[in-house]
């Protein structure tokens, strides 16, 4: 069979057409990535923590005695001045009705309180009388010792009985005196219990504010009975806020006195700040939402925001704090997504001419999105993020997104 020249010519390009398209297929095709250009910058390393707001001095009043707090005369809210502001009114309480028993046992003590004092009265009367004999002798004697008659030895015997004679009555009087006390406390536990309108003039123990404030809570606005030490009602000033944070006792290690703090989600258009003022020296084993033991504590933060740039946050508003545990203004940064551990060490692809190269490199402190980088890599580096399981060295790649 003879083949014409054309028909040569076709097979001939036909056959190379072939051998192209089974090169091609055969090769691989680069692998898509996304690269990152390594750049230096501040890098920030924080610790996120949920806080509560609370005043720093609250002030708790309490009734000082036994009685009926009367309805209170200021609400939640109102603002109150230190020793001026009347803040609340107890009655003290009133004697309770005796029972027959309590009644008998009561007129029984008063009867004898009574014999009591006309006892005392009767040893006054014979102790007078006596010594107006001493005395009366006294000065019989004293006469006759002036005449010569009587001798000094008798006179001195007369001053002592006189002495002896005023001393009876100064007890007998003494004695008296004791048992009118006696008689009255005795009739006191028969006084009846007071009316509406005596118990309102004898009324009442009034309490002023203890500092300058507002009303932060009220126990019971309406009248009600209270024991010494019952709370009536608490002040603060909600200008004067602190930030209790909730930290790992992990955490708290690194954190000194001074630190500054970013407060967010409190509600207001802007963040406020914050300063560490100080760190509860004892943890406490608290139960986390997973159910895992954790030693947690508690630090303490002053809003260092003026109170002017913060209006509405008030006591026991939850917040979230991100407190700076180091920060630096000249770090290079490669994105914790394309760290990957390479025999026990760090290490990332970095991107050239389309061809990737494992490369370890050193870190040093990171934070959620960040690592410093110490060693091995430098400004304008392209790096893979999210390297897969497909990419080797010498992988050709290709940026997602170019064409």
Request: proline share 5%; net charge negative.
């Amino acid at each position: 069979m003879t083949w014409k020249p054309r028909t040569i010519g076709l097979v001939g390009v036909g056959a190379a057409i072939m051998l192209g398209l089974g090169y091609v297929s055969l090769q691989d095709d680069p692998i898509p990535v996304d690269l990152h250009v390594l750049t230096r910058g501040p890098l920030d390393v924080t610790i996120n923590a949920d806080g509560v707001t609370r005043i720093k001095d609250i002030y708790d009043v309490a009734s000082p005695i036994i009685g009926t707090a009367l309805r209170s005369p200021v609400d939640v809210g109102d603002p109150v001045v230190a020793g001026e502001t009347l803040v609340a009114v107890v009655r003290p309480v009133a004697p309770s009705l005796l029972d027959s028993r309590s009644m008998l046992q009561a007129q029984a003590t008063v009867r004898e309180a009574e014999a009591a004092l006309n006892v005392a009265e009767t040893d006054l009367a014979r102790a007078s009388e006596e010594r107006s004999v001493a005395r009366s002798q006294y000065d019989r004697t004293q006469t006759l010792v002036e005449r010569d008659v009587a001798s000094l030895t008798q006179l001195e015997d007369a001053l002592q009985t006189l002495t002896v004679a005023q001393t009876a009555v100064e007890a007998a009087e003494a004695r008296i005196n004791m048992a009118q006390s006696t008689l009255a406390r005795a009739e006191t536990m028969l006084q009846a219990p007071q009316s509406g309108a005596e118990a309102a003039a004898s009324c009442c123990l009034e309490i002023v504010a203890p500092a300058n404030g507002v009303v932060l809570s009220v126990e019971n606005i309406s009248e009600h009975p209270v024991l010494t030490g019952a709370p009536l009602l608490r002040i603060g000033d909600p200008s004067q806020l602190e930030i209790v944070a909730d930290l790992l006792s992990s955490d708290a290690v690194r954190l000194q006195p001074g630190v500054d703090a970013v407060v967010e989600r409190w509600g207001g258009p802007d963040a406020l700040s914050a300063n560490l003022n100080r760190i509860s020296p004892a943890a406490e084993t608290k139960v986390s939402a997973l159910g895992i033991d954790e030693q947690r504590l508690d630090a303490f933060f002053d809003i260092t925001t003026p109170a002017s740039e913060r209006d509405g946050l008030g006591d026991g508003f939850a917040v979230f704090l991100r407190i700076t545990e180091w920060q630096t203004e000249d770090a290079l940064q490669v994105p914790l997504s394309a760290l990957f551990k390479s025999n026990g060490d760090w290490a990332v692809f970095t991107a050239s001419d389309g061809i990737v190269t494992a490369q370890t490199i050193r870190i040093g402190r990171q934070n959620t999105q960040f690592a410093e980088v110490l060693e091995g890599l430098e400004p304008g580096a392209r790096v893979v993020t999210h390297p897969n399981d497909q990419l080797t060295s010498g992988a050709e790649i290709i940026a997602r997104g170019s064409s």
